[in-house]
């Protein structure tokens, strides 16, 4: 399918567990991001990558591991789930950095539960 | 990272129009997004300040003062669909880093 993909699209997992979101994009796109959404802090940055094999953390990086090997993928890893990182998660990508016009364009989403 | 404010909620009525207001710290962005998010949704790209003033796109307006560290966006002749949160972000960084606003929940009444 063309565009950005998450996979799956829901997920319940168990305190302690390690927990894999797919994202997928088919533009090439330079620039990915995950973020995750909670009911009061709008969107928050977790990880984001300015290409294959260059990435950095966000705002809220703790618990979480990114990969970028190839430019269409960048999984995110929750090494030990904690309650803590129920949320919805969201990919998105952009074509562009450097402070100009880069509108990201988002995945449907991850809705992540731990129990 | 900046704080940006913008209001929790906003209701009107339908065909009339709302005024969604976004304050940040006036160092440290360059421009301002505005998304729209639907309940359940994924956000998608509504506008972009990059320069003080008005820009005009079909019933959807977004204005930016860059010294004053204030954005708006203006839904006019609302519509049911326009029910949605809206959310407005600053890129941070040469990165394309966004930080967002909470979201500015707005319902249109019949």
């Known amino acids: 399918d063309a565009g950005i993909t998450q996979s799956p699209r829901y997920k319940i997992t168990e305190t302690g567990r390690q927990v894999t979101l797919m994202c997928h994009q088919t533009?090439?796109?330079?620039?990915m991001f995950w973020y995750r959404q909670d009911l009061g802090h709008g969107l928050r940055l977790i990880y984001y990558?300015?290409?294959?094999?260059?990435?950095d953390k966000g705002e809220v990086p703790d618990g979480y591991v990114v990969s970028r090997s190839k430019t269409e993928n960048f999984p995110l890893t929750l090494e030990s789930a904690t309650r803590s990182q129920t949320s919805v998660y969201f990919c998105?990508?952009?074509?562009?950095?450097?402070?100009?016009?880069?509108?990201?364009?988002f995945g449907p989403g991850t809705r992540l539960t731990v129990l | 990272g900046q704080n940006i404010d913008q209001p929790t909620e906003m209701t009107a009525t339908e065909g009339a129009i709302v005024q969604i207001n976004c304050t940040y710290q006036?160092?440290?962005?360059?421009?301002l997004f505005w998304y729209q998010q639907h309940a359940g949704e994924a956000p998608t790209f509504l506008s972009y300040?990059?320069?003080?003033g008005l820009e005009e796109k079909g019933r959807f307006s977004s204005f930016l003062s860059r010294s004053k560290g204030y954005s708006y966006l203006l839904l006019k002749e609302l519509q049911m669909k326009d029910s949605a949160s809206y959310l407005c972000a600053g890129p941070t960084d040469s990165w394309g880093k966004l930080q967002f606003g909470a979201g500015t929940q707005v319902v249109v009444t019949p």
């Open positions: 990558s300015a290409a294959a094999d260059i990435t």
């Open positions: 533009w090439s796109h330079s620039y």
């Open positions: 300040n990059v320069l003080d």
């Open positions: 006036t160092s440290g962005f360059n421009g």
């Open positions: 998105a990508s952009s074509e562009m950095g450097g402070g100009s016009y880069n509108e990201q364009f």
